[in-house]
């Protein structure tokens, strides 16, 4: 399987997310993920881009395609030079939030994903990977 | 800018979501459909969600907040049409359903608010 270069999506607007949704839909459909599994990175996706955007006051989401022998993955790195999270515990927590969501964003795309890895530094900015194994 | 049609069925205005929502989208949505059911005097609201192929926290808000907003206003809101993929994810999600009336498609939704109906207005009668 030709394995394509990892693209970058900048995320500033809403619309932007709408578009990372159909980037990520689409790598998932290349490497022929199930309809379940395409569901789940999607809102995984959509959780995480809208958290670079409201919390990270904006960055870009990175898709890389992990084609290692037989073993075939997609791995999206969103990325933000925001304030960070100070406290990453209380913000994988359901229901916690800063803002006026839900509180899902960050402890709901965890379940929807099997890699999920946070890393803040307070000042400097967010990075959340997800991966997803077919 | 794109925006999502109303239509008005008697006493239900029926919202079909076709496009992948943003959420100016969203948010006009429920400006459009309070205002709707104020001017149209309607009873009930049908949101059928079956060409959306996720529902994320954000669109989850959305239909608890016109699910609410319509009750306020007297009207009741059922959201058909939910695929399987999606239905699986959001419960994964963790998204809260417990305030949305839900139905399999649009002729299950319509049944269900037109008992909902009936009975407010015996209660009416009382």
Do not use: C
Not at chain 1, 20 to 47: C, H, N, P, W, Y
Not at chain 1, 98 to 112: C, F, N, Q, V
Request: aromatic fraction near 4%.
């Amino acid at each position: 399987m030709n394995q394509p270069e990892p693209e970058t999506v900048d995320l500033k607007t809403g619309e932007d997310i709408v578009s990372a949704r159909k980037k990520v839909r689409t790598g998932m459909i290349e490497l022929g993920f199930t309809l379940i599994d395409q569901t789940k990175m999607v809102t995984a996706a959509s959780e995480l881009a809208r958290n670079t955007i409201d919390y990270g006051k904006g960055g870009t989401m990175r898709i890389e395609h992990l084609v290692n022998g037989e073993r075939i993955g997609i791995r999206l790195i969103f990325l933000d030079h925001g304030p960070g999270i100070p406290d990453i515990q209380q913000a994988l927590k359901d229901g916690f939030t800063t803002g006026s969501g839900l509180g899902l964003g960050l402890g709901g795309s965890k379940r929807l994903v099997n890699e999920f890895e946070i890393r803040s530094e307070p000042g400097k900015g967010t990075q959340v990977t997800v991966t997803r194994w077919r | 800018m794109d925006k999502i049609p109303v239509l008005k069925i008697g006493d239900i205005l029926l919202i079909t979501i076709q496009v992948d929502m943003h959420d100016q989208l969203a948010i006009s949505l429920q400006d459009d459909l309070t205002a709707r059911i104020v001017k149209d005097h309607a009873k009930g609201v049908l949101i059928d969600i079956s060409s959306l192929e996720m529902v994320d926290s954000f669109i989850g808000r959305m239909l608890g907040n016109i699910a609410a907003m319509s009750q306020a206003l007297g009207a009741q809101t059922v959201v058909v049409g939910m695929r399987p993929a999606v239905a699986i994810t959001i419960v994964e999600l963790g998204l809260p359903m417990e305030n949305i009336q839900t139905a399999l498609n649009v002729e299950r939704g319509v049944r269900k608010l037109k008992s909902a109906m009936d009975e407010s207005d015996k209660g009416f009668q009382r």
